[in-house]
């Protein structure tokens, strides 16, 4: 229904005189878009299969259409407005979470050539470890399964070879158990489905998929924002106290180190909001020096001026807009002209 309402709204020229009155009225809103990977269609690509957010080609005309139509900023600007500074108009912020090395290789010369700065959030232990994102290592498990079987830590799960299901029912398991092993977990499904796997074999996946740090200080010396997303990507909402000031304050440790530059800013890994029970968590990320928590919640922020008396805006639920490769051009449009009409965020990585 989104994309019909979309491209009836692009077919009639709406999108664009939308664009072009925000463009022109100043309004305290800021859309912030959520990518991942950037990567062609590819039927034997062999890593989880969701997490490209668009190709190369649409992810050109998408920073095109941005540079055209928006002002992009950076975190900077962001933790401004959030101090009383003016949003400029029709203000856009574009990030990255995880740390593919597509960031590096086909994300920034689009980024240089059009003439954006982009924010890029990184889970650091993957990057000095060279160890594989926990969603890709299932992924590739389900896929090269050779028999179902059944684990039982942390619970009695049954999974089957290549399986769709199975790969969502790992994943929701590491998503959601309070204070999981999550080494332990993987070992136990490689085990269980009978396939090879050691850190040999991980590290040689890693180094095809996930960025340097030199890759990542060059994006840092291209003008672009490193910020935080957490150590080894693991939801804070399943973690105790000592997890969460591991998760928190190492991450930013690691990114200060490698880069010499401050931290501000962290994505929440699978992007859930901290809601109103998330006092625990706003007291370990205030702890740990951030000033501004991401979420995956679709949405724009308003950030009202002081002057106008409403109700201060939460500096730990700022949202985002997600995408996906089969995204129209017309639906991209209307996610930044019509925010109400954006997809719903996947809150998957």
Known sequence: M?????????????????????????????????????????????????????????????????????????????????DGGQLPKNAVVVTFDDGYASCHDVALPILRAVGIRATFFI???????????WWEQVSLLVNQAKRPATLTYPRRIEIA??????????????KDTPQLDVDRFLVDVAAALGVTWNREIEAEYANGLIMTWDQIRALSRAGMDIESHSRNHRVLQTLDDDGLRSELAGSREDLETQLGRPVRAI?????????????????ALRAAGYKIGLSNASGINRIWPDALGMPPFDPFDVRRLSLDRSMSDAMFLTQIALPRLAYYGRHGD
């Not at 269609?41 to 928006?70: G, I």
């Open 123 to 133: 889970s650091t232990a993957y990057v000095t470890d060279r160890r594989l994102y």
């Open 161 to 174: 070879p290549r399986s769709q299901a199975t790969r969502k029912l790992l994943l929701d398991t590491i």
């Open 267 to 283: 994505a929440y890994p699978v992007g859930r909001r901290l809601g109103k029970s998330g006092n625990r968590i706003r007291t």
């Open 2 to 82: 989104r994309e019909r309402i979309a491209g009836l709204l692009h077919r009639a020229g709406a999108l664009k005189a939308l664009l072009r009155v925000r463009g022109a009225v100043p309004l305290p809103t800021v859309s912030i878009i959520t990518y991942h990977h950037i990567a062609d269609h590819d039927p034997s690509y062999p890593y989880d299969p969701d997490v490209a957010d668009a190709t190369p080609a649409q992810f050109r005309w998408q920073m095109e259409a941005l540079a055209k139509h928006c002002t992009p900023i950076g975190i900077d600007d962001l933790m401004k407005s959030l």
